[in-house]
């Protein structure tokens, strides 16, 4: 073997080679070797603590569908069929309607879609939370992660928020209309605004009933299970009750993403379960002082059969019939300001 002069350059052993892609947070550590590194972190950008913007939303998703027709491909998933294309049906109608395309259908199974995504958001949050965090502060957040990309679609169906209403609690339903009317006019509700907002107003009734129909599988359920899979997180429980899903999606965030413990995890979802509760009992009646708000009834969810104030498609005038001799740009101001 002829022996290596200075000139020749290092040592093939000792040459470093390396390609790396990354997509949203990622770490690339310098190896010895040749190494392609492809890096796909199922929260893209960089707002830690906010909902994603529906450009980032409209990629996350695009991004976990693929990923769920590759795990179809690779025999990863539940071997009933029919509940995998129905899996991959729900994210490939989640992503048409991000995109202003959904077509003709049912308004409620739109919205179940995207409460789906936005709580299958926060289970990112729930790796961020910090040791002992106040329950309401658990709770307003996932609230706002629910929500978010319904303030944010481009095109919701005609009846949208009696169907909100319905799925949460007509409170939050007028919220997220106000602040879709402020984003035409214009002047979109940042989310943190919109989360003091929410702060200030009773809330749990709606929560409540979006986690009993998160566990549902034929609601919000439907849409939850194929986005966690897709994203690398157990699926969520079936039929298990609205404190199942809360512990899950405090339990199963923080144990992908190296976040707090599992038992840190748990004691969190009680004290916020029990925080939910005792803020069911304390609030028998709407709580008075919410300008502008309807007080029929404005935080307990409607039954599959009420009918809210009006129903709104993004056109309608969801301020109607709310003002005393105002226009609803005064109660968007009052609401988040």
């Known amino acids: 073997m ?3 002069v200075p000139g020749d350059g290092p040592n093939p ?41 529906l450009p980032d939303l409209r990629v996350w998703i695009e991004r976990l569908a693929s990923d769920y027709r590759a795990l179809i491909t690779a025999g990863d998933l539940p071997p009933q069929r029919r509940r995998r294309t129905d899996g ?30 936005g709580a299958a958001q926060y289970l990112h949050q729930a790796a961020r ?22 303030v944010q679609s481009p095109r919701l169906l005609d009846g949208w928020q009696d169907h909100l209403a319905e799925l949460t609690a007509p409170r939050l339903a007028m919220m997220v209309s106000q602040a879709r009317e402020a984003s035409q006019r214009g002047h979109p509700v940042p989310a943190d605004v919109f989360s003091r907002a929410l702060a200030d107003r009773p809330f749990a009734h709606g929560i409540l009933a979006l986690l009993e129909d998160l566990s549902d599988p034929r609601g919000s359920g439907a849409c939850l299970t194929p986005i966690a899979l897709a994203g690398g997180f157990l699926p969520p429980p079936r039929n298990a009750g609205a404190k199942a899903v809360l512990g ?3 339990g199963a965030g923080a144990g992908a993403a190296g976040g707090v413990g599992a038992v840190e995890a748990s004691e969190t979802a ?15 009646t709407p709580a008075s002082g919410s300008a ?45 300001s």
Do not use: C
């Not at 969810?301 to 301020?319: K, L, V």
């Open 129 to 150: 939370l910090p040791t002992d965090p106040l329950p309401e502060s658990v709770m307003v957040d996932l609230a706002v992660f629910a929500l978010w990309p319904v």
């Open 292 to 336: 502008g708000l309807d007080h029929q009834d404005v935080d307990q969810p409607r039954g599959s059969g009420g009918r809210g104030a009006r129903p709104g498609g993004p056109e309608a005038d969801p301020g109607a019939g709310h003002q005393s001799g105002r226009g609803s740009g005064g109660f968007i101001d009052d609401l988040f």
């Open 88 to 117: 991959l049906g729900q994210l490939d109608s989640l992503r048409n309607e991000l995109d202003g395309a959904g077509g003709p259908r049912h308004g409620k199974d739109q919205l179940r879609r995207l409460l789906a995504a």
């Open 13 to 53: 052993a000792d040459q470093i080679h390396q390609q790396a892609r990354a997509k949203g947070h990622a770490q690339i550590h310098q190896v010895h070797g040749t190494q392609n590194v492809v890096h796909h972190y199922h929260y893209p950008g960089d707002s830690a603590g906010a909902p994603l913007a």
């Open 248 to 250: 899950w999606l405090l």
């Open 270 to 284: 009680e004290q916020a379960w029990r925080w939910l509760q005792d803020s069911v009992r304390r609030s028998g």
């Open 2 to 4: 002829t022996a290596r």
